[in-house]
C-alpha cells in the first residue's frame, strides 16, 4: 500500500485543526468562563509542544514502510475486503452515508471505551494523567496528551477500524470531528446556560467535560464522552455538575496543585516518575 496516502490527508487534517483552535481561542477571548489560575505563557508551551511531539510521533508512524495509522488501516482493510461493513458492502463501489455514519458511532464508543480503561487501568492511567494534570482548563487541554498514549490509543483506533471495516471517508471525518469535539469541549468558552442544555443533549459542552477535569476523583471519573454525550447517560457515568460549582472548582489532580504540570520536562517525564503517596493519618496517642 503507498503511504502517501495516509500522508496526503495530513494537510486536511493540519488545515482543521488550526482553524478550530484559532476560533476556540478567540471565543475564549471573547467570553470566558474562568479566569485562569495560570499565566498562560508557561502553560501554552509545554501543551503546544507536546501536541507538536504528539504530531511528529503520528507521522513517523503513518511514514513506515506499513503505516501505523488509522487511515491507512482503513484502506488496506477496503483493499482486503476485510471487517464487517466491507464484508456487508461486498461490491458495491463504496459505502454510504448510512455506513460512515456507524462507523463513526462505532469509532466514537471506541473511544469513549478506551477512555474509561485509561483510568481504570494503573499503567495507562500512569500515561493519561499527564493529560489531567493541567491546573487550568482550555483549548491547548485538548491537545495534551503523553507521546506514549497517542501511540497506544493510534494502535487501538487501528484494530477497531480493522475489525468493523470503516471505511477511509468515515475515518478521516471521524478524526477531524474528534479534533474539533475535544478542542470544542476543552475551551474556556461561557455558553448561555440554555444553549448548554439543549447542546449537551447530543455533543459533550465544555462545562460537562470540565466536570472530568476536577479535582475529586468522583467526577473525574465520569463525563468520558469526547464527541457524544450519549455514552455517558447510557453507562451511568454522567455528572450534571460539579460539586463546587463551575467558578470555584479546582481544576487538576490533588497531589499536583503547583506550576510543576506547567513544565515541559516534568510533564513528558510524569509517567515514569513515582507517584506521590498520600499521608499515613495520624494515630491518636493514648493518655
Given at each position: 500500500m503507498d503511504s502517501?496516502?495516509?500522508i496526503g490527508v495530513a494537510p486536511l487534517r493540519l488545515t482543521a485543526f488550526i482553524g478550530i483552535f484559532v476560533l476556540m481561542a478567540l471565543l475564549e477571548l471573547a467570553v470566558p468562563r474562568r479566569d485562569p489560575r495560570t499565566g498562560k505563557a508557561s502553560r501554552w508551551f509545554t501543551n503546544l509542544t507536546i501536541a507538536g511531539i504528539d504530531s511528529l510521533v503520528l507521522r513517523l508512524m503513518a511514514m513506515l514502510a506499513a503505516p501505523i495509522a488509522a487511515f491507512a488501516a482503513a484502506l488496506w482493510a477496503q483493499g482486503q475486503g476485510w471487517g464487517l461493513l466491507n464484508w456487508l458492502n461486498g461490491s458495491q463501489s463504496g459505502p454510504g452515508w448510512p455506513e460512515v455514519l456507524l462507523a463513526m458511532i462505532v469509532l466514537d464508543l471506541a473511544?469513549?471505551?478506551?477512555h474509561v480503561v485509561s483510568h481504570k487501568i494503573p499503567i495507562l492511567w500512569r500515561l493519561h494523567k499527564v493529560h489531567h494534570t493541567d491546573v487550568d482548563f482550555d483549548v491547548t487541554t485538548a491537545v495534551r496528551f503523553h507521546p506514549v498514549e497517542i501511540a497506544l490509543s493510534m494502535l487501538w483506533k487501528i484494530v477497531?477500524?480493522?475489525?468493523l471495516g470503516a471505511s477511509p471517508a468515515a475515518v478521516l471525518l471521524?478524526?477531524?470531528?474528534?479534533n474539533g469535539c475535544a478542542m470544542f469541549n476543552h475551551a474556556n468558552i461561557r455558553l448561555p446556560l440554555w444553549l448548554d442544555r439543549a447542546v449537551?443533549?447530543?455533543i459533550v459542552t465544555p462545562d460537562m467535560h470540565r466536570v472530568h477535569h476536577s479535582i475529586y476523583r468522583a467526577e473525574h471519573?465520569?463525563?468520558y464522552g469526547f464527541n457524544l454525550s450519549v455514552w455517558d447517560r447510557l453507562f451511568r457515568t454522567y455528572t450534571d455538575q460539579p460539586r463546587d460549582g463551575h467558578d470555584k472548582m479546582a481544576i487538576g489532580?490533588?497531589?499536583y496543585q503547583s506550576d510543576d504540570p506547567t513544565r515541559?520536562?516534568?510533564s513528558l517525564r510524569l509517567p515514569f516518575t513515582k507517584p506521590p503517596q498520600s499521608p499515613a493519618p495520624k494515630r491518636e496517642t493514648a493518655i
Open positions: 502517501l496516502n495516509t473511544i469513549y471505551f478506551q477497531v477500524v480493522v475489525i471521524f478524526e477531524v470531528t474528534l449537551r443533549l447530543v471519573d465520569s463525563n489532580l490533588k497531589h515541559l520536562g516534568w
